[in-house]
């Protein structure tokens, strides 16, 4: 089993920076991917950002060119810098990550959640 634990979301201006970590802990074969997803009230939940073990990037088209997702694999950590923050980044992030046991099974965990807010 995993768990994954978010921290690093709190209040920003506008055009500010925030970073956020997640960690997971377990017992597993590997992992295989690590993304953050995001939720607003009332919005579908929506892709942020992925990395896959071999280091492959993948960003949904709101926040490509203003945050960047990086991945300790060693650590088992995923961290999400965010640039150019706009309030409708305003939302529960959500740490995603696609695990494959020691039995060969593949699972997606989430954790739950830190909450970013932009506001003036």
């Known amino acids: 089993q995993v768990v994954l634990v978010e921290s690093g979301g709190g209040l920003v201006q506008p055009g500010g920076s925030l970073r956020l970590s997640c960690a997971a802990s377990?017992?597993?074969?590997?992992?295989?991917?690590m993304d953050w997803y995001r939720q607003a009230p009332g919005k579908q939940r929506e892709l942020v950002a992925t990395v896959t073990s071999d280091g492959t990037t993948n960003y949904g088209d709101s926040v490509k060119g203003r945050f960047t997702i990086a991945r300790d694999n060693a650590r088992n950590t995923v961290d999400l810098q965010m640039t150019s923050l706009k309030l409708e980044d305003t939302a529960v992030y959500y740490c995603?990550?696609?695990?494959?046991?020691?039995?060969?099974?593949?699972?997606?965990?989430w954790g739950k959640g830190t909450l970013v807010t932009v506001s003036s």
């Open positions: 995603n990550a696609r695990v494959t046991s020691w039995r060969i099974v593949v699972t997606d965990y």
């Open positions: 377990g017992s597993f074969l590997s992992i295989n991917a």
